[in-house]
């Protein structure tokens, strides 16, 4: 049926088509100190043990500083977006020149921690240290995934469970639907592990 | 600060933290007519033009028969879960043996559309179409990224926007956070496309 939409209009529709997507930030400096921020509706879960995220990255579009950035240092942060800085994180993804850090011009604020080389956004709840692992080409279409070692994470601790389970929906995180729709969520239940 | 955790508490910690997930049911069919139906919180998009989707499974545990009708039927199908069914979705993730279907187990209802091999869950509202355009291993810790074709959609025509965007949040959409808590969403604001 999206045979023969236009462009714009395929992509808006194949966007919606996997169902409600992660919100991150993506917090990176290059080799000789430009920071540079990227909203990311990618974020996946890899795996436990060892710790491992995916994000998939487009370098046709607004990320391609963030890519460089990342073969050059390896290092990169990634931190939840919630109902106080969704504009300001969408805002990240306009075409801004290389010399403009989106830290600045969308009014987020960096943040060092524990000497670990990328920003973090100190106005997010959740806030994770990446390390890049390995590069996947997605020759289909010219994306890359980037496999990601979790070096760290910075949470409050009234949202860690005692079985280890985040209550992210108590950090107002939001989530997105197609390219430009943000989502609060509303917790309908946490489920038992299932057994036939 | 996860590193001395035990193996569950890693799990559900590491789980929390790429952020709001998808929850998507994948529909399958063995080479000898026996159908399959597992949760998937790992769905992403990866490109509009060609349409694909991708999808991490993780051999070792509940969707190991979903990767192997998919290996050798080359199709699957994409069901979104709504809040009517996030209860039998979840309880696709028991273990069961391989003779028996989960559609039936979970009281979901397997729907044939337009010749398409593999079952559609009826209950769901948006349904993709799916086959297997190739593997990708996950060296790091035995996974697979599957990029898949998409080949046709059905949803309902009022969730359908002009201009190509689809109101999932209209068919009760649920995400997930971490391994088994499940949320509704509530639309914050549609963004206008970012400029500098």
Same mark, same amino acid.
């Given at each position: 049926? +999206? %045979? ?6 395929? &992509? ?8 409600? %997507? ?30 491992? *995220? ?20 390896? =290092?990169?942060?990634?931190?939840? =977006? ?16 290389? @010399?403009?850090?989106? +830290? ?11 000497? +670990?080389? /990328? #920003? ?7 806030? &994770? ?10 020759? @289909? ?9 979790? *070096?760290?994470?910075?949470? #409050? ?15 107002? /995180? ?21 057994? #036939?």
């Amino acid at each position: 049926m +999206f %045979k023969n939409f236009d462009d714009r209009k395929r &992509v808006r529709f194949i966007n919606s088509l996997s169902g409600i %997507k992660s919100a991150n930030l993506i917090g990176t400096i290059s080799s000789s100190g430009q920071t540079n921020l990227s909203i990311v509706s990618s974020a996946f879960h890899l795996g436990a043990s060892p710790a491992l *995220l995916g994000i998939i990255i487009r370098p046709d579009i607004s990320p391609r500083h963030t890519l460089e950035n990342i073969r050059s240092t390896k =290092v990169l942060t990634l931190n939840h =977006v919630n109902e106080n800085i969704y504009r300001n994180a969408h805002q990240t993804s306009a075409r801004y020149k290389r @010399e403009v850090s989106e +830290f600045e011009a969308c009014s987020l604020t960096e943040e060092y921690l524990e000497n +670990f080389k /990328a #920003p973090f956004v100190k106005e997010s709840h959740v806030k &994770v240290a990446l390390e890049l692992s390995r590069e996947v080409s997605i020759k @289909e279409n010219g994306t890359h995934m980037l496999i990601l070692k979790i *070096l760290g994470v910075w949470i #409050p601790k009234r949202i860690m469970n005692d079985d280890g389970y985040l209550n992210i929906e108590d950090t107002q /995180a939001v989530c997105v639907s197609g390219l430009d729709t943000y989502h609060s969520i509303q917790k309908l239940e946490r489920l038992p592990y299932a057994k #036939p």
